[in-house]
Nanobody, 120 residues
């Protein structure tokens, strides 16, 4: 059994910064990819950033140069540092991880989501 818990969301002014964290716990053998998605009502959930276990990173064009994804494998944690935030960044942010459990089963897991609101 694996659980992902997110933290770090909230209200921030345009141009401000925020850091999201997502920690996995439970019966974990290895975590492969870690990523962040976001979703606004009426829109499809979109990939924001992805990082492989080896550190390969992909960003959505809309966040390149402003957001930084990183991971701490020892802590089973992925981070999303968000700088120069814009109102269009307002969304519920979800972390996702592809994890091999101790039973050697590979599955994708999602965090509970955290609201990020960019507004003055």
């Amino acid at each position: 059994q694996v659980q992902l818990v997110e933290s770090g969301g909230g209200l921030v002014q345009p141009g401000g910064s925020q850091r999201l964290s997502c920690a996995a716990s439970g019966s974990i053998f290895r975590i492969y990819s870690m990523n962040w998605h976001r979703q606004t009502p009426g829109k499809q959930r979109e990939l924001v950033a992805d990082i492989s276990r080896g550190g390969s990173i992909v960003y959505a064009d809309s966040v390149k140069g402003r957001f930084t994804i990183s991971r701490d494998n020892a802590k089973n944690t992925v981070y999303l540092q968000m700088n120069s935030l814009k109102p269009d960044d307002t969304a519920v942010y979800y972390c996702n991880m592809r994890i091999t459990s101790m039973s050697m089963t590979v599955s994708d897991y999602w965090g509970q989501g955290t609201q990020v609101t960019v507004s003055s």
